[in-house]
């Protein structure tokens, strides 16, 4: 074991005690014949097609520069966040579907312009 997977034996996997919590669902979710997927592989793959990832597109993550018009759109941000955990996680000897399913869903739901624009929006409420 390299001494950056020491942390393999917390990674969240079959053998950790906290497993069976780790995979529970509010509810059964469907499952074919053979799966061959994980729970966690299985949940990057909801989210990768469900539409709230979809709109992540259209959403803006941040200016970098007033004098650019170049935008960075969240569904950047989420594959940035995603490639550079997985390394990490991978280093570490973490579960990395885990990681991958955690980094492609940490954006879903947030309001355009990231916290300042969650500002804005409560603000406005009445």
């Known amino acids: 074991m390299t001494k ?15 497993w069976p919590t780790a995979i529970a669902r509010q509810q059964d979710l469907y499952r074919q014949k053979g799966e061959i997927r994980t ?5 990057y793959t ?3 097609h469900c539409s709230a990832y979809h709109r992540l597109k259209h959403k803006t ?3 970098f520069s007033p004098q650019n018009d ?3 759109t969240r569904i950047e941000h989420v594959g940035y966040v995603e490639s550079i955990s997985s390394t990490i996680c991978t ?3 973490l579960n990395t579907e885990l990681v991958r399913a955690i980094a ?3 954006d879903l739901g947030h309001a355009p312009f990231g916290h300042e624009g969650e500002k804005i929006l409560q603000d406005l409420q009445i």
């Open 104 to 106: 492609i869903g940490h």
């Open 61 to 63: 993550q941040v200016f």
């Open 4 to 18: 950056l997977k020491k942390f393999k034996h917390v990674a969240m996997g079959e053998d950790h005690p906290h």
């Open 39 to 43: 729970p966690f592989e299985r949940d």
């Open 70 to 72: 170049h935008i960075s």
């Open 91 to 93: 280093e570490l000897g």
């Open 46 to 48: 909801r989210i990768l």
